[in-house]
């Protein structure tokens, strides 16, 4: 793709570099591709993360425009402009993601889809996730790089040049509605502008395109996209609070006034305390307001008045505050009074709500079987209805917890047991309200591993060749139908087979043949029986098994 004419020399070095990238990316470490999902996943994390400040953005940006649509209207408008926008672009980004595993799999988008996508909830949107991880070709860059920078006989023809020209779309728009100027770098989302050079290990100059997604692997693309998502909604943000900043909140007219509850938390445990704030959404702050409320009511009417706790606010502000002490859906109305400036007269502002109180709960979910296993690592899920893993604090009766590098999972490692204890306990605590609340307990069976079934070449008795019983050369504990990957290890057995009338036993240390055996087997006739028997294996909780003779004959 070079636009000048190259010496054999140049073509030879050319030719090299490419093969030498060829076999460094065939043996791309298994820390890089880490490293890339390590990296992709935060980017994840951050993008989410913005897009939750964006969505409180934008409701704040309409409820002034349902206050004032004269003022605040044309900057309302720009704004839906550059959601609309926004969109469109992630939208295009996430399609292209796909795209990139359908070319590096070779699969369907239906294939692609059931294999590495998963449903999930973010910011209150279901949306279906990749997970990248589970892509077996995330390592490869041929057919994405041919899909990406040059799909026909001449290059610029990829689609990162389309990503590039839509990514120069947006940007301007962005540009226009904070008024600035087509080479600012504010707002990122730099392609091919003037005065930004890209270029090469060896220095020769690239476009952003080939700079960027040019014999990169399908981890590295993906992480490319969503730094570009980041910064598309990094854009997004930031031209936001521009356009909300413009319209002066002095200059609002309140020409609605609406009483709002603001509860601290609507989901609580049984015995703490349910607050809200209750307020107008206008109101004169020389003014001072009362508030009455009533526990179990829809609406707080003339008739149930008089049954009314009263509560003085300060300025439409005031606070509500009682025990939570009866499980389930629990209501409340109750109305602000204020004096109207206008006809200074007593006008009241109702209001109402709701709220959920439950008992601590405590859900602890083995994640493999449903019984804690001696010596290996039993997976197990810890959680509670309404507060994040994170402040979630268990602990078990015997064995040892530990936390899951994802920050969301356990580990449940039982070395030993005590003797006739079969059963062990997990407790859980957070910390609510600066307390330490008790979640609950869960009580689990504890078990050994079971006993593997002795096979040589897959088989414990029946006829075998001699060929392939002379190739298996060795007795293999066989896990079956178990989750874990465990491993036993075979420490002796008897072999036993009758020569001219004699039994011939032979005791070995180890699950291999010796050459002894070899050679009996080999002379061996047809029907002749062999016996592999008093087979003792090591587990991985230190115990010893005695496993199943292996009885086969000679075919």
């Known amino acids: 793709m070079a636009g000048y004419k190259e010496t054999p020399r140049q073509k030879m070095i050319a030719m090299m ?5 060829a076999l460094l990316a065939l043996n791309v470490s298994k820390e890089i591709l880490n490293a890339f999902l390590v990296v992709n996943e935060s980017m994840e994390s951050s993008n989410e993360s913005v897009a939750a400040k964006i969505k409180d953005s934008y409701a704040k940006f309409e409820v002034q425009y349902d206050l004032n649509k004269d003022k605040v209207g044309p900057y309302y408008i720009e704004a839906q402009n550059i959601k609309e926008s926004s969109k469109d672009l992630v939208d295009y980004i996430e399609k292209l993601k796909l795209e990139l595993v359908k070319v590096a799999d070779r699969k369907t988008e239906e294939e692609v889809m059931d294999l590495y996508y998963k449903d999930t909830i973010i910011n209150g949107i279901r949306k279906k ?19 990406l920078v040059q799909r026909g006989d001449q290059s610029g023809d990829g689609e990162a040049y389309v990503l590039g020209a839509k990514m120069d779309a947006y940007r301007a728009v962005i540009l226009k ?34 700079h960027n997604f040019y014999f990169t692997i399908l981890a590295a693309d993906i992480t490319i996209l969503n730094r570009i998502i980041g910064e598309v909604i990094s854009a997004e943000y930031n031209a936001l609070n521009y356009l909300y900043s413009s319209v002066s909140e002095t200059d609002f007219k309140f020409d609605k006034v609406e009483a709002k509850v603001i509860p601290k938390r609507t989901y609580i445990f049984q015995g703490q305390d349910y607050e809200a704030d209750v307020l107008v959404a206008a109101f004169d702050e020389k003014l001072d307001a009362t508030i009455k409320y009533l526990k179990g009511a829809d609406t707080l009417t003339s008739k149930n008045l008089s049954r009314a706790t009263t509560v003085e606010g300060q300025a439409g502000l005031g606070k509500l505050k009682w025990k939570a002490d009866k499980e389930g859906i629990q209501k409340y109305a109750g109305v602000i009074e204020m004096i109207d400036p206008e006809t200074n007269e007593m006008k009241p502002y109702h209001f109402k709500g709701e709220y959920i109180v439950a008992p601590p709960a405590l859900t602890v979910s083995p ?6 296993y001696i010596g290996v690592d ?11 893993s994170g402040r979630i604090q268990p602990t078990i009766g015997h064995g040892v917890l530990k936390r899951d590098a994802d920050g969301e999972n356990w580990t449940v490692r039982i070395n030993k047991m005590p003797k006739g204890v079969s059963r062990t306990t997990i407790s859980a605590t957070a910390k609510i309200d600066k307390k330490d609340q008790l979640l609950g307990s869960m009580e689990f069976r504890v078990k ?20 392939r019983l002379l190739a298996a050369g060795a007795i293999i504990p066989n896990m079956r139908d178990f989750e874990f990957e465990i491993y036993y290890e075979v420490t002796g057995y008897t072999f036993g087979t009758i020569v001219n009338g004699d039994w011939i036993p032979k005791n070995v240390r180890g ?5 002894e055996i070899n050679n009996i087997i080999r002379n061996g006739r047809r029907k002749q029986k062999f016996i592999f028997e008093n087979i003792k294996a090591k587990g991985p909780d230190g115990s010893m098994r005695s496993l199943n003779p292996v009885n086969l004959e000679l075919k």
């Open 448 to 467: 050994r591993v079971p006993t593997p079934t002795a096979e040589i070449a897959g088989q414990s008795d029946g006829q075998m060749d001699k060929n």
């Open 367 to 372: 994640l493999k079987m449903n019984v804690l």
């Open 129 to 147: 996730v990749l997970l990248l991880w589970e892509v077996p070709t995330k390592d490869k860059f041929n057919d994405v790089t041919t899909y």
């Open 17 to 21: 570099y490419l093969v030498l990238t």
């Open 511 to 515: 699950n291999r043949f010796t050459d």
């Open 378 to 388: 039993n997976p197990v899920g810890i959680s509670s209805p309404g507060i994040p």
């Open 177 to 210: 509605a904070m008024n600035l100027p087509e080479n600012s770098t504010r707002v990122g989302l730099i392609t091919n502008m003037p005065g930004v050079t890209y270029r090469d290990a060896d220095g020769q100059t690239q476009d952003w395109e080939t």
